[in-house]
């Protein structure tokens, strides 16, 4: 995705988002859904919830970089800055 796509992105509302190529699910494929963690639980071993404060600002500088590189999330980008900051200490 262009910087450009971003900023319409980021300006969408949810009536603006074409859902025509995306069918509805049916009542049975509800029924058979399941948490991502318990069908690869190997995927969520090592991660615990938590629940964090963070600035505002520490925050928008991740999510800006994120925007940058074009891909993944600022909880992603938080967690390997950790790693890397613990790998230093």
Known sequence: MSKSD???FDTMTDEDIDYSDIPPLTNEQL???RPLGELLPQILANRIQITMQLDT???EWFKTKVG???EGNSYTLINLALRQYIARE
Do not use: A, E, P, R
């Open 57 to 59: 600002d520490i925050v």
């Open 6 to 8: 971003w900023v319409k």
């Open 31 to 33: 029924q058979h859904m």
């Open 68 to 70: 940058q590189i074009g």
